[in-house]
């Protein structure tokens, strides 16, 4: 880890793992990750106040201590409660529902990348059996969509 000051913090776990960076632009990270637990900690990454040369090594780090670092994965209490507040501030209107939905969304396709499959569906997928990729499962969802629909009877009857 390299704090804003600049001098990197190396440490190494008891066991074989992960290797990841994180290099902190800004002190509020660590606030924000105690404060407002994940959600925090991805708003920084997507505001850019901090950096990563792997996000995947990282996350998959993380995941791996996830007993060490669980204290920091569950949001404050206050947090909890200004977080409602601000949900019941932000009810959907024509208005509002655009800002919403980018607040919510707009963490990038990179970011979305790490895990989603070629297709880049965000969205539950329709696995056929325990060995198909995440990929073969959103084609074989998509398919089933068409059959569902049959696009080809809508077609059929638009054009008599």
Not at 12 to 34: C, E, F, H, Q, Y
Not at 39 to 49: K, M, Q, T, V
Not at 81 to 108: A, C, E, M, P, V
Request: proline fraction near 4%; hydrophobic fraction near 30%; charged fraction near 30%.
């Amino acid at each position: 880890m390299t704090p804003p000051e600049g001098e990197t913090i190396y440490t190494k776990g008891a066991k074989p793992g992960p290797i990841a960076d994180l290099k902190l632009k800004d002190w509020r990270t660590v606030v924000n990750l105690k404060l407002k637990s994940d959600i925090g900690f991805a708003a920084d990454y997507r505001d850019g106040y901090w950096e990563t040369s792997d996000l995947k090594s990282l996350i998959h780090l993380g995941l791996e201590n996830e007993e060490a670092f669980g204290q920091y994965m569950k949001p404050n209490i206050f947090f909890k409660f200004f977080q409602k507040l601000g949900y019941l501030t932000k009810r959907n209107s024509i208005k509002q529902s655009k800002k919403n939905i980018y607040d919510h969304y707009d963490l990038g396709n990179d970011f979305y990348s790490l895990w989603l499959d070629r297709t880049m569906t965000y969205s539950s997928a329709l696995y056929k059996n325990e060995n198909e990729t995440l990929e073969q499962a959103q084609i074989n969802k998509y398919k089933n969509i068409i059959d569902i629909v049959n696009p080809k009877d809508i077609c059929r009857k638009r054009y008599l």
